[in-house]
């Protein structure tokens, strides 16, 4: 068995910062890093499939998760519950594989905690008349759930500076590489 272990990059920031793009641009580049799926307990939005953008699971469900200590972090955001099941990332890590890991900041503050080497790094869009306008255009939230997201957006906003790095979405694969010349630095 090989000594080498991988590492786990937590890429974060507001919702609408297009987190998901530059992930899935990420992966079309670096085949070989690893992608955790993250669980929620809220519903798949239109063209979403289980396993793929998350694990959607029941509030039930989740929260024994949690009794049993099954997650590397999670958090409740807009009324539903996110996280992340730590058997997948230990297994990637343990096998030297590199694993993207998209939560969102309250989780990171856990996963920082408990994996200080973790690469992090924080994605926000280019300002916050961009993020309103990107929200807005996937027309998936009322419009309570969008005001709670822009207000949550300003919160999270200051957090970035417990990061690693900052890096400005203004284009999705222009973001995807320069976040693969920071983790490339790091092999």
């Known amino acids: 068995m090989s000594n080498n272990k991988g590492k786990l990059i937590v890429i974060s920031g507001p919702s609408g910062t297009g987190k998901g793009t530059v992930i899935s641009k990420i992966l079309k580049a670096k085949p070989e890093f690893a992608f955790s799926v993250s669980a929620t307990t809220r519903k798949p939005r239109p063209k979403e499939t289980h396993g793929v953008e998350y694990l959607f699971i029941p509030k039930k469900e989740f929260k ?3 009794s049993n200590d099954e997650f590397l972090e999670y958090a409740e955001y807009v009324g539903e ?3 992340t099941p730590s058997k997948y990332i230990k297994d990637c890590i343990n096998s030297g ?3 993207l890991l998209d939560i969102e900041v309250q989780g990171a503050k856990q996963v920082m905690e408990r994996m200080p080497e973790a ?3 924080f994605i926000t869009a280019p300002d916050m008349k961009e993020l309103e306008k990107r929200l807005r255009g996937r ?3 009322s419009e309570e759930k969008l005001i709670a997201r822009l207000a949550r ?3 999270e906003l200051k957090e970035k500076k417990h990061y690693k790095h900052t890096v400005i979405n203004d284009e999705a694969s222009r973001a995807a590489d320069e976040i693969i010349k920071i983790i490339d630095r790091k092999d």
């Open 119 to 121: 690469e992090t790094i």
């Open 64 to 66: 024994e998760m949690i």
């Open 97 to 99: 594989k590199t694993v």
């Open 81 to 83: 519950y996110y996280g």
């Open 153 to 155: 957006a300003r919160q």
């Open 139 to 141: 027309k998936t939230d």
